[in-house]
Structure formats: C-alpha cells, structure tokens
C-alpha cells in the first residue's frame, strides 16, 4: 500500500505547496547540539519575555480546579477584564489559542476563494502562509528601504477581490512603527484591515481608538511577549461587532483552555507588577542598542519592540548565527532572502545584554 504522500490525490496542492512554519530549536535541543547544557544557554530568538510571568499569575496557576470540566465557552470573566484593560466594548473582544488562531478564524469567516489579501513585507510569516489555505492569493508588497509603509504601492495593489490588509505595530522583525495617519488612509480604502499589536505594550502606543471610529479595523494582541505568557497561548482579538459575531459562529466553542482564560484575569489583576517588567525590557532595549550600535559588526535598527533587527555589515549573517550559538546565545537567523543579512535578538535580561556584546566583541576580532 503506499504512503499518504504517494496519494497525489489525498492532500490538497495548496497544503503541499506550502513550506510550513519552521519553529525554533528546543533549548533541549540546542543543548545536544553544542554541547552546553539548557541552563547555560541563553534564548534570545523567539522574542519571549525572559521576566516571566507576574507573581499573581504563578500563584493562579497553581490553585487547584475543577479540571475535569469544560472552560467557559463564553470567556466571559476574561472578556471582561479584557474590556477594562482595552477600553472596548467586552462584545467585540474574542480570546484565541494565541492571535494564531483568530487569524485563521478571521480568514474562515471573511476570505471567499478567489479573494486577495495584501501583506507588506518582510513582516510576520503567518501573514503569508494561512490565506492560501482558505482559498485567497496573497499578495505582497515590499516595505521601504528603512521598512516603513508603502502606502502607495499598497493602494496600487487594491482590487476588486482585495479582502484585507495585514499590518503590524511595531512590526516584527523590523521594529517599526506604523503611524495613525497611515492607518487612516489604509482604513479609508474601505478594505479590512487587521493590525497587529502584539508587541504594543513595549512601544507604549496603541491604535485601538480608531476601531471606535472605523468598522473596518481589527486588532489583535496577545499575552505571549509582554506578559510572559507565551507557554499558554494566549491572544485576543478586538473585532468590528458584525465580524465578533461571525467569529463566534465559526470557531471551536473550548478554544482556550481553562489555565489560560485564568491567566488573562491574573496578568490584568497584577497589571503594575508586571508593566514593571516591561519598562526594565525598554530600558535595555536602549542599552542593548547603543551596544550594537558601538561595533562595526552590526547595523542595529530603531525598534519599538521588545527585540532589535541587525543588519550584519561585516561578514555572513548565518556565520554570525553559529558563531553565537557554538557560544550558547540563540538569535533569529532568516532565509528569507530579504532578511537573509539580518539577525533578530530578543532584548532579555541584564547579564543577557552583557554576555551577547562581550560575544559579539570576540566576533568582531575573530573577522577582522
């Protein structure tokens, strides 16, 4: 009998196509591989908040339950404190197995096949790689030289079959920002548009009063950077109302498990705490920049994130990345030939900053 993959006819040709997310080695892994051992490594590639979570959370997660039963299906407790924290009406506020999963709901209920979606890059990957698989074109526009909005080239690409845009603030990889002003002449086109503000709270400016004004604007964040709680995949999404209701026809009803619809009321019970961590994250995203921008190695870029992009200016870039790892710091190395030059390094602790420029130093000797 042959295999699944033999069966030409078994798997649709857009799932075929498709290259597939590639994850980041487990540090356990990692450890295999060069020799160190997992405490000794240090994580800086998948943009994780090193701080952890906030003490109330860890305490909340360790309360016994009544397990055995099914999460709320309504995530009305989280929706709630949701609304307090985000201002908006708890009705347009949807929780999802991290923004992952309201991104593929987004697409399930608005993309018919045949649709376009507009995705300026180089941006999250995510972006790029579901619309196929519900029957839409992507279609890709380049970012500027210093990766700010196109919006022309953008406006140019609109069609008739156009069903939205994705754009993020900041934006990951590049750190960037995208301005109110461009978000008003995006949202005047009359396409939906979907902001992602995953890594708003590290820039301290957010958008979302704009979705008060225009109905065709969504937002979504997430729990996994700013509030250390990436292990639990936790996202939400704020949705025009017409669009929140469509979502709950089409989604799983236990989409989010009961841990984490607890950590959402925790992480906002304990909300000073943890915003203490994110203002120590921006003032070494300072330190950490100013160290780059010292050597001649690495061309840092301004980033309202809680990562910075380089660009590598002396040298490979993948060289650079195995050089680092054979020392037991992990980056983000790209092979996506627009940031194939680039090395992305999650700001992380202190002695985090401090071990990654003295390692780089000994680089920048070592390629002279």
Request: contains cysteine; glycine residues 8%.
């Amino acid at each position: 009998m042959g295999s699944v993959d033999a069966e030409r006819g078994l798997i649709r040709q857009v799932v075929r196509d498709l290259p597939g997310y590639q994850p980041v080695d487990s540090l356990e892994a990692v450890a295999r591989e060069t020799g160190h051992t997992v405490h000794a490594l240090i994580k800086l590639d998948a943009n994780e908040n090193l701080y952890g979570p906030s003490p109330r959370v860890l305490e909340a997660l360790t309360r016994p339950d009544d397990y055995h039963l099914y999460p709320d299906a309504s995530q009305q407790a989280a929706r709630q404190a949701l609304a307090g924290y985000t201002g908006a009406d708890p009705d347009r506020i949807i929780v999802g197995n991290g923004s992952d999963e309201l991104i593929d709901l987004l697409l399930l209920a608005t993309v018919e096949p045949g649709d376009e979606v507009i995705v300026p890059v180089p941006t999250f990957g995510v972006y790029l790689d579901r619309p196929p698989l519900f029957g839409a074109t992507v279609r890709v526009v380049p970012r500027r030289d210093d990766f700010d909005l196109d919006l022309d080239q953008i406006e140019a690409a609109i069609g008739e079959r156009t069903k939205l845009v994705f754009v993020a603030s900041p934006n990951n990889p590049t750190g960037n920002l995208v301005s109110a002003q461009q978000l008003v002449r995006l949202l005047r086109t009359g396409v939906l548009v979907v902001l992602d503000e995953a890594y708003f709270e590290f820039a301290g400016r957010t958008l979302l009063p704009l979705s008060r004004e225009f109905e065709n604007l969504v937002v979504l964040r997430t729990f996994s950077k700013w509030a250390g709680l990436a292990g639990l995949r936790i996202g939400y999404g704020i949705f025009p109302p017409a669009l929140a209701e469509a979502i709950w026809r089409v989604k799983q009803p236990f989409n989010v498990n009961t841990l984490a619809l607890r950590a959402v009321e925790a992480a906002l019970a304990d909300l000073s705490v943890q915003m203490q961590k994110v203002i120590r994250i921006r003032l070494e995203r300072g330190r950490l920049f100013r160290g780059l921008r010292r050597l001649d190695l690495l061309q840092p870029y301004p980033s309202r994130g809680n990562f910075i992009l380089c660009r590598v200016a002396r040298g490979d870039a993948h060289d650079l990345h195995r050089r680092l790892l054979a020392r037991g710091i992990l980056v983000r190395k790209y092979d996506d030939p627009l940031l194939r030059q680039h090395l992305r390094i999650t700001v992380g602790l202190p002695e985090h900053t401090d071990r990654v420029l003295q390692a780089l130093r000994e680089i920048a000797d070592e390629v002279a």
